[in-house]
């Protein structure tokens, strides 16, 4: 799913033995520092937040064969990918790391979803790792929609090949050519029975790009495939391998949204998008533990039917929760209300509990989402 310089004036006058001195107690404390451990994910849907501000995810969909990926500092790479798929059908997974919510998934502080006509601006940069062999593509997908929703599928889908290897091909039929971004591309339309799909197919490999992700929704909007008035939700990169896999890299991952008519922050219409702090406090043994999450609404408005988005750490899967509904027992999952506690009032709160095991090294999730609406943690 991110410290000020400090300066230090030189002294001249030191001792060329002090100098030497100091170098080697410097050397010293960096050896020593811990390095930040990478975090294998192989759960189907099992994420992990990087940067403080973007979300891995495996995403395996379409095939039970094993796949697991390691979210690294800056992106992530595929450690295993087994298992096929028909080349002339839908790929197997699509791993991948976005900005946004993806199936109530939202990464930490994201300014998405943003109404298409409020964004100044969507920059965004990738550098991808290829490997020989196997089939895949290496893509970005763009999601729109009307309403601002944070799950479930978009009515529109913009895909970017920046690099594609075997017999493989977009969704629906070829429609020309177009420049955008400064390159040319080929272009495709067409449906998945689900959502309009919108490709842009670069004519040679491209191994890393910056570039402004609203080039490519203008051109939606002007081909009827989206409004102004609709919402951009999110935007991911990654690949989608139908053979093979491992190997494949996320060397580097950027996307930021400028907005110009307000926060574009995400939210369920008609529900007001409140300010949240969430308190994480649990109880934890060898292989299991309990937690206690407390949601305090910050803001001026009741939150009704309200929903609180994170991501169980890998190796945590739920056993049994109380006071709310999860969606999930692990990776990326939604606490819904029940019936007596579905309303937070202004500066009030509440509380659901659940237990869980874990393997590995325990830690806690790194972000929580109110609605949609990133939370401070307590």
Known sequence: MRS???????????????????????????AAA????????????GSAVIQGRYVVQNNRWGSSAPQCVTATDTGFRVTQADGS??????????????????????????KLPARISDISGAPSSISYGYVPGGVYNAAYDIWLDPTPRTDGVNRTEIM??????GPVQPIGSPVGTATVGGRTWEVWTGSN??????????????????????????QAVARGLARSDWYLTS???????????????????????????????PGDPGDPAADCQVAYGTNVWQ???????TVKNTGSSAVDNWKLGFTL??????????NATLSASSGATTADPVSHNARIPAGGSQTFGFQATYSGTFVTPAGFTLNGTACSVA
């Open 4 to 30: 000020l310089p400090h300066r230090l004036r030189t002294v001249r006058a030191l001792s060329g033995a002090l100098i030497t001195a100091l170098a080697t107690v410097a050397a010293l404390l960096v």
């Open 160 to 165: 970017i090949w920046f690099n594609r290897v």
């Open 34 to 45: 811990p390095a930040r451990a990478d975090t294998t994910i192989c759960e189907p849907f």
């Open 287 to 293: 292989g299991g533990f309990t937690a206690s999450v």
């Open 85 to 110: 798929a028909p080349t002339d059908g839908a790929p197997k997974s699509y791993p991948s790391v976005f900005n946004g919510c993806h199936y109530t998934n939202c990464s930490p502080g994201t």
């Open 313 to 322: 750490p890998s190796g945590q899967r739920v056993t049994n929760a109380w």
């Open 193 to 218: 029975g689900s959502n309009d799909v919108i490709s842009f197919v670069a004519p040679s490999a491209i191994a890393s790009w910056s570039f402004d992700v609203m080039d490519f929704v203008d």
């Open 235 to 265: 935007v991911q990169a990654g690949f989608e391998p139908w053979q093979g896999g491992a190997g494949l890299t996320v060397h580097s991952f950027s996307s930021e949204v400028s907005t110009g008519g307000g926060p574009g922050g």
